[in-house]
């Protein structure tokens, strides 16, 4: 937006925004004298108003240290302008995680946040009139999918659409047998990646909510390797997060095996984001490979399953 309306909520006048990043969002950082805040301009027709407000609600109650969203000089901590919702956050302190780094500590802490945000999901009261997206099957196949259909992305080639045809067909017959019980489904972060994650002082900080939605728990380790489920290190990384998982809540072997399904939903979902989204940076710097790794990566998958 290029006239950002901060005088919806009480920001000092000399107030400075800067551009973070354009992705489904706008993130800004607003900058004043003693007040640091980070403003998100959401996406039109993504999330409704009362989704927001049930993402804000959820992330309040869990017991982690997530961003505090400010309210409004009206009272609603969701504002409207020109038809796009906005939301201020308290600006948390935090270094991302670093590719190339040792990630193995990383995700097993983010195993260990993964298991306390499905036991939570589990058993918090869910406000009335409770809405949030759904990342089942339909979500990311069906016609109306959240991202748009993975065929409409760039460099889908024929050779790589029949490919990923079969893929969906095996993602779509395992995850009906692995079945949705409220011990494998239920509220989940869904973006759990390390561009979410900030680590102060030793402590592991989770940000940005704005997919959390109804899924399969095991999503959110296929949503913590995306954009690198090719890197070489991801097997160690994998055991590294059911490390962290297991020392909160169960997670059986056959539970565990079906990772490499999670992953594979996930990556065509992401595929059919870059599609949907080409008009931001990150998709576009993505494009001109996606789509060939991510058939890769799916004869991969057929191999092993």
């Given at each position: 937006?290029?006239?950002?309306?901060?005088?919806?909520?009480?920001?000092?006048?000399?107030?400075?925004?800067?551009?973070?990043?354009?992705?489904?969002?706008?993130?800004?950082?607003?900058?004043?004298?003693?007040?640091?805040?980070?403003?998100?301009?959401?996406?039109?027709?993504?999330?409704?108003?009362?989704?927001?407000?049930?993402?804000?609600?959820?992330?309040?109650?869990?017991?982690?240290?997530?961003?505090?969203?400010?309210?409004?000089?009206?009272?609603?901590?969701?504002?409207?302008?020109?038809?796009?919702?906005?939301?201020?956050?308290?600006?948390?302190?935090?270094?991302?995680?670093?590719?190339?780094?040792?990630?193995?500590?990383?995700?097993?802490?983010?195993?260990?946040?993964?298991?306390?945000?499905?036991?939570?999901?589990?058993?918090?009261?869910?406000?009335?009139?409770?809405?949030?997206?759904?990342?089942?099957?339909?979500?990311?196949?069906?016609?109306?999918?959240?991202?748009?259909?993975?065929?409409?992305?760039?460099?889908?080639?024929?050779?790589?659409?029949?490919?990923?045809?079969?893929?969906?067909?095996?993602?779509?017959?395992?995850?009906?047998?692995?079945?949705?019980?409220?011990?494998?489904?239920?509220?989940?972060?869904?973006?759990?990646?390390?561009?979410?994650?900030?680590?102060?002082?030793?402590?592991?900080?989770?940000?940005?909510?704005?997919?959390?939605?109804?899924?399969?728990?095991?999503?959110?380790?296929?949503?913590?390797?995306?954009?690198?489920?090719?890197?070489?290190?991801?097997?160690?990384?994998?055991?590294?997060?059911v490390k962290g998982y297991r020392k909160v809540r169960p997670l059986s072997d056959d539970e565990a095996f079906e990772i490499d399904t999670f992953?594979?939903?996930?990556?065509?979902?992401?595929?059919?984001?870059?599609?949907?989204?080409?008009?931001?940076?990150?998709?576009?710097?993505?494009?001109?490979?996606?789509?060939?790794?991510?058939?890769?990566?799916?004869?991969?998958?057929?191999?092993?399953?």
């Amino acid at each position: 937006m290029k006239n950002l309306p901060l005088h919806l909520w009480a920001i000092p006048t000399d107030a400075i925004t800067t551009l973070i990043n354009v992705s489904e969002n706008e993130t800004y950082l607003v900058e004043g004298f003693e007040f640091k805040a980070v403003l998100r301009v959401h996406r039109q027709g993504y999330n409704s108003e009362r989704a927001i407000e049930c993402e804000l609600e959820w992330s309040a109650a869990l017991p982690l240290n997530t961003p505090t969203a400010i309210p409004g000089i009206d009272g609603k901590t969701v504002q409207v302008d020109d038809g796009r919702f906005m939301v201020l956050f308290e600006f948390i302190e935090g270094n991302h995680p670093v590719e190339g780094e040792d990630l193995g500590p990383s995700f097993i802490e983010l195993g260990r946040i993964a298991a306390q945000t499905h036991n939570h999901s589990q058993s918090w009261p869910r406000p009335e009139n409770f809405e949030r997206l759904t990342w089942g099957v339909p979500e990311v196949f069906g016609e109306n999918a959240n991202w748009g259909d993975w065929r409409d992305a760039p460099n889908v080639t024929n050779d790589i659409r029949r490919i990923l045809e079969r893929v969906e067909r095996v993602v779509r017959h395992r995850l009906n047998a692995f079945g949705q019980t409220a011990e494998n489904y239920g509220l989940i972060h869904a973006d759990m990646r390390l561009a979410n994650i900030l680590i102060h002082n030793g402590e592991t900080r989770l940000i940005d909510f704005d997919d959390c939605g109804f899924g399969w728990f095991l999503y959110d380790f296929a949503a913590a390797i995306s954009f690198i489920e090719d890197d070489p290190q991801i097997p160690t990384l994998r055991k590294a997060w059911v490390k962290g998982y297991r020392k909160v809540r169960p997670l059986s072997d056959d539970e565990a095996f079906e990772i490499d399904t999670f992953i594979m939903l996930r990556r065509m979902a992401l595929l059919a984001w870059i599609g949907s989204h080409m008009e931001a940076p990150e998709p576009q710097a993505l494009a001109p490979d996606f789509a060939r790794v991510t058939a890769e990566l799916g004869v991969e998958y057929l191999a092993k399953m």
